[in-house]
């Protein structure tokens, strides 16, 4: 119980206090006039109130991440505490203030227009097809997902829900900001988070009165839990498959949605930094919930591996099991209600990025129905694959996002002077992360199926090169800079 409790405290004061650095490192004015009120459009740029901002934030980022990825990654054990504790402070809620904090100084730009800006055209186009290819996975990864479980309960027909989810998607993506996401999206995520606090307090009270046994981070929980070890290696695996509650990319195709949203700089730190927090908060919550359930890491295994369960039917029979009727309630709101939520604004952000790279006016309905109809019909085609072979390949995908963007806030602090190991030391730690997955995970999910140890080391060596090179970069670009200096100052 007290690594639970110590886990969402550090959190909290990491809330507090790192993200305060962080914001004051950054340089947030208030007097610098944001997108939302210098360029209101009342269609995507339409300050709103910072509560309001947050809670559609949080929604965004999370939908069923911080619990699907946490409780696939509690079957490593509780070593997930670690990652999602400092992986959240010093990576994720970093990485998620300076994409929004970036896209505010520049305009609300999506996040492909702000990396071409700091890593060069190269990486700007091959961001631009690789976002948009991610959207629409999530778009679609959310809509199957949902689609079959209304399917189930209802008795209907699996291609009858997918119309009526992509119906409304294509009305929320359409319409204002501020006419659907931003008067239910609150709700749902208010609904998201009471959800958490209700299982946290059940457990708290079973670990208090001695009716549940949490689990706790000691010498010996520092392995590897996982029913598979050999498929499923610690290093790097659950760096992958715990993504929303960490460290995840997708974060930074949603804050420019919010960042053409947020009156004032100063607002950034709770928008950004804070909805990040909590959404790692959430996950240790879920993490701590479905190894206690299942009475540890070897049972939440049994679950899952042996019988043949999934994270919603976990989802589902905790929240029965510990909060009843309105427990059920909650559930149903979780697994159909808020993925949906995060696969409208995936659709949204799709078709802003391609407005953006085509400097295609937004402000009628059919200048947004013309990118909108394509990107749907790619999203219903695809939508009728299987749903796992859609999502094994977010993760991977999901922190190579991440990776770009963590380099991309380094080569800002560089250009204006500051340093840089606040995000290139992450940017080169998830480098390692994402070349070692890639050697050495399976076949059937994306990697080379490499010897693990020879996997790491070129993994090693990749994020070390990535690093030296940045280095060096920053380097050159300092010396042009003193070089105008000199020239001007030999003027003078």
Same mark, same amino acid.
């Given at each position: ?11 909290? %004061?990491?809330?507090?206090f790192?993200? !305060?650095?962080?914001e004051?490192f ?10 939302? #009120?210098?360029q209101a459009d ?5 300050p ?7 809670t559609?934030?949080?929604l965004? *980022?999370?939908?069923l991440?911080p619990?699907?990825g ?17 992986g959240?402070i ?5 990485h998620?203030?300076f ?8 305009g609300?730009a999506?996040i492909?227009? #702000?990396?071409g ?9 091959f961001?631009? =097809?690789?976002? @948009?290819?991610?959207? &629409? ?22 291609r &009858?829900?997918l119309?009526v989810?992509?119906?409304y998607? %294509? ?8 006419? *659907? ?12 988070? &009471?959800?958490? %606090? ?8 079973g670990?208090l009165?001695? $009716?549940?046994?949490?689990?706790e %981070?000691?010498a010996? /929980?520092?392995?590897n839990w ?7 290696i610690l ?5 992958i ?10 974060? /930074?195709?949603?804050a ?5 949203t947020i ?5 950034? !730190?709770?928008?950004f ?9 959430v996950?240790?919550?879920?993490? $701590? ?9 070897? +049972?939440?295994n ?9 994270p919603?039917w976990v989802?589902n ?11 059920a ?15 409208? $604004?995936?659709?949204?952000s799709?078709?802003?990025? #391609?407005?953006? =790279?085509f400097?295609?006016?937004?402000s009628?309905i059919?200048? !947004? @129905?013309i990118? /909108?109809?394509?990107l ?6 695809? /939508? ?6 859609i999502?094994?390949?977010?993760g991977l ?11 991309? +806030? ?8 500051k340093?840089?190991?606040?995000l290139?030391?992450?940017?080169a730690?998830m480098?390692?992360?994402c ?22 080391v ?6 070390l ?6 280095i060096?970069?920053?380097? !050159? &670009?300092?010396?042009k800079a003193?070089?105008?200096f ?5 003027i003078?």
């Open positions: 119980m007290w690594t639970f409790v110590g886990a969402i405290v550090v959190l909290v %004061l990491g809330f507090i790192y993200g !305060r650095f962080i004051r950054f340089g947030a004015d208030d007097s610098r006039p944001t997108p939302a #009120i210098k009342g269609v995507d740029f339409a709103m109130a910072t509560w309001k901002v947050f559609i934030q949080f965004n *980022i999370a939908g991440g619990i699907f946490a409780i696939l990654g509690a079957m490593y054990g509780p070593m997930a505490y670690v990652w999602i504790v400092l959240c010093f990576m994720g809620a970093t998620d203030y994409s929004g904090m970036l896209s505010i100084r520049h609300g999506s492909p227009e #702000i990396v800006k700091y890593l060069g055209p190269g990486f700007q186009n961001l631009r =097809v690789f976002t @948009l290819l991610l959207l &629409i996975f999530v778009g679609v990864a959310f809509v199957s997902g949902p689609a079959g479980l209304l399917a189930n309960l209802t008795g209907g027909g699996l &009858i829900w119309y989810i992509f119906a998607y %294509l009305i929320a993506t359409l319409l204002p900001i501020n006419k *659907i996401i931003g008067k239910i999206y609150p709700l749902f995520g208010a609904a998201l988070i &009471i959800m958490a %606090l209700a299982i946290a307090g059940a457990m708290l009270w670990g009165s001695g $009716t549940l046994l949490m689990p %981070l000691s010996a /929980s520092f392995a996982h029913h598979h070890p050999t498929e499923n290093f790097p695996m659950m760096f498959v715990i993504s929303c509650g960490a460290l995840s990319g997708f974060h /930074s195709t949603q420019p949605m919010m960042a053409r009156k004032k700089e100063s607002y950034g !730190r709770y928008v930094y804070g909805a990040m927090v909590a959404e790692g908060i996950a240790i919550i879920w993490a $701590t919930a479905a190894m206690t359930f299942f009475g540890g890491a070897e +049972g939440l049994t679950t899952m591996q042996m019988d043949g369960h999934n919603a989802v029979e905790i929240s029965v099991a510990w909060l009843g009727s309105v427990g309630i909650f559930a149903i709101i979780g697994v159909i209600a808020c993925p949906i939520t995060t696969g409208d $604004t995936a659709f949204r799709a078709r802003l990025t #391609i407005a953006d =790279v400097k295609y006016d937004q009628t059919k200048k !947004r @129905l990118i /909108s109809l394509p749907f019909a790619v999203g219903f085609i695809l /939508s009728q694959l299987e749903f796992t072979t999502w094994k390949y977010l995908s999901n922190q190579i996002l991440a990776v770009v963007v963590l380099w991309t +806030g380094a080569m800002y602090l560089a250009k204006v002077n340093a840089h190991w606040y290139s030391l992450p940017a730690f480098t390692v992360v070349i070692t997955y890639l050697m050495v995970a399976p076949l059937k999910n994306g990697g080379l199926a490499m010897e693990a140890q020879l996997g790491t070129i993994g090693l060596l990749s994020g090169m990535a690093l030296g090179l940045f060096f970069r920053t380097r !050159r &670009i300092a010396m003193q070089a105008v000199v020239k001007v100052d030999d003078k």
